[in-house]
């Protein structure tokens, strides 16, 4: 584990060798040095939330694939490039399944049960931060790129424009999209405690919904995701 750990640095430039040479040079080193100095013990816990999963597959793309299979996928590259960095983690679900209660019997209850218990589970872990992951769809094809959304207090806010910046500038120079409050999420709006929902792609665009299946995007969505968190810590003291 201390070899991992020693050398995790060496792993993520590795992964970040896929972005441009500018990118390298200007997100890739920085994220190296971030995550280096922040290897200790964190006080905090990362809970990650693969959206959806068992019956409730979420959106399918434009190829049939369900979004909870990809949501898990790149939640489990983040888990492990988390702990790499050696932060403590938890995850809602690490398999295709629903997180409903035994009682919960028609669709619509295990559904109600199952956004329950992920509260629950997010709100008993101390010093929690949330980061759930999802896939947007539209029914115009034409559009694509990731974007953040939090829950309408501050330290969400700050999060969420943290990954937002990070997830714009590694994934996409082009894409403009801002993080945003949404006031109907019920995950968002129940956990006590800093939260992000990520839509990693447009699963209606076919060549970023190709894209999003392969295991070289996923780990750059994930390197993405760590480099918006080191921001954000970095900023507040309180919890790093």
């Known amino acids: ?60 793309s434009c190829s049939g694939a369900l979004e909870s299979g990809l949501n898990l996928e790149i939640s489990l590259r983040l888990n492990d490039l988390l702990h790499l960095a050696g932060y403590r983690t938890r995850m809602t679900r690490s398999t295709d399944v629903s997180i409903h209660s035994p009682e919960a019997q028609t669709v619509s209850e295990r559904k109600i049960s199952d956004l329950r218990n992920r509260v629950a589970l997010v709100n008993e872990t101390d010093h929690a931060l949330l980061i759930s992951i999802h896939q947007n769809f539209f ?80 780990k750059q969505i994930a390197c993405a995701v760590l480099s918006g968190l080191c921001d954000y810590l970095a900023e507040r003291t309180d919890l790093s």
């Open 1 to 60: 584990m201390w070899f991992i750990k020693r050398y995790a640095w060496v792993y993520l430039l590795a992964v970040l060798g896929a972005w441009a040479f500018s990118s390298l040079l200007s997100g890739g080193v920085r994220l190296a040095a971030q995550v280096a100095a922040m290897t200790e013990s964190k006080p905090m816990t990362i809970v990650l939330d693969p959206g959806h999963g068992g019956a409730d597959g979420g959106a399918v």
């Open 139 to 218: 029914e115009q094809p034409k559009y694509h790129g990731a974007q953040v959304f939090y829950a309408p207090e501050r330290s969400s806010e700050e999060l969420a424009e943290a990954m937002q910046a990070a997830l714009s500038s590694c994934l996409d120079p082009d894409n403009h999209r801002a993080a945003k409050p949404d006031r109907t999420v019920y995950l968002l709006q129940n956990v006590h405690c800093p939260a992000a929902l990520i839509e990693c792609g447009f699963l209606s665009n076919p060549p970023e919904e190709q894209r999003l299946h392969t295991a070289q995007y996923q």
